[in-house]
């Protein structure tokens, strides 16, 4: 799975990375996986560089962490616009007060004008409604991107390599609690998946800004203490504990089985019910 490709330090957990990989070819396979490895370890020591220079440079004037500090995107006559996603928290019940609930968030083509496109695009596809947050690590990520209807992702995934994927984007905020990035595969790599950052993650420990990851969104009113909180993240708990030999979604049979593989597999993943423009 190219998500767990080792990092330069221990203390680096595992890029939300899009670990899909289509080309069965074993020799082929083993190619990409190695190279996958190789491009994380250069990332993740470019990253650690990207602290240094950042601490030097910092009285030049650092970017803008969120749009709360520079009044960025508040406005709308910029294209930025509102999303609302309906959760379904605990999947195992419809009595439980907390069986449900909704995200808002706020969307800033003047963040990243491409990734913003393609999040509406997806959106109003239906592409993510009933997408599972497959991979949700306490106090870091939680992830989502793989529609539950094969079809789609077919449409989106399961072609050549990279396909439909976004050209790279010049970062302009960091990877602070509440935003969203698109989730990248390595170079020009994103596709579907996005995380929502748990943490402040662009510097240390676990230093996304320096990988290239690029937030273009931020959860609003209070969401990161209300629904995201209680997003189910027992699986990826037992990830973290086991080092990734149990509780991690194959995303290759998530995409490529659908619905059919994550209610067999992991029947209390939380998911998204829909997702709308406002």
Not at 28 to 51: E, H, I, Q, Y
Not at 82 to 92: S, Y
Not at 169 to 174: D, G, L
Request: with cysteine; proline share 5%.
């Amino acid at each position: 799975d190219l998500r767990t490709a080792p990092l330069a330090a221990p203390a680096l957990r595992a890029a939300p990375i899009e670990g899909l990989n289509f080309d069965f070819s074993r020799e082929k396979t083993t190619a990409a996986v190695a190279t996958s490895r190789r491009d994380a370890l250069s990332r993740a020591a470019a990253s650690v560089l990207g602290v240094v220079v950042s601490a030097a440079s910092a009285a030049s004037g650092p970017l803008p962490s969120s749009a709360a500090e520079d009044g960025g995107g508040d406005g709308r006559d910029d294209g930025t616009y509102r999303v609302e996603l309906t959760i379904r928290l605990d999947p195992t019940t419809t009595t439980s007060v907390d069986a449900a609930s909704t995200i808002e968030l706020e969307v800033y083509p003047s963040w990243a004008p491409l990734a913003s496109s393609r999040f509406r695009e997806l959106i109003e596809g239906g592409y993510y409604d009933g997408s599972r947050f497959h991979r949700v690590l306490p106090g870091y990520v939680a992830q989502f991107g793989l529609s539950p209807d094969p079809a789609l992702n077919r449409e989106w995934l399961l072609c050549e390599k990279n396909c439909r994927a976004l050209v790279d984007e010049t970062r302009t905020r960091s990877n602070d609690r509440g935003t969203l990035s698109f989730a990248s595969g390595g170079k020009d790599g994103r596709q579907t998946q996005v995380f929502i950052n748990l943490g402040n993650n662009g510097g240390p420990p676990n230093f996304l800004d320096g990988q290239g990851f690029v937030p273009f969104a931020r959860v609003i009113g209070g969401g990161m203490d209300g629904a995201v909180s209680k997003i189910n993240s027992e699986y990826g708990l037992l990830e973290s504990v086991s080092g990734g030999m149990v509780g991690s979604v194959n995303q290759l049979k998530a995409a490529y089985y659908g619905k059919e593989y994550l209610d067999a597999k992991f029947p209390k993943l939380s998911y998204i019910e829909t997702a709308r423009v406002l």
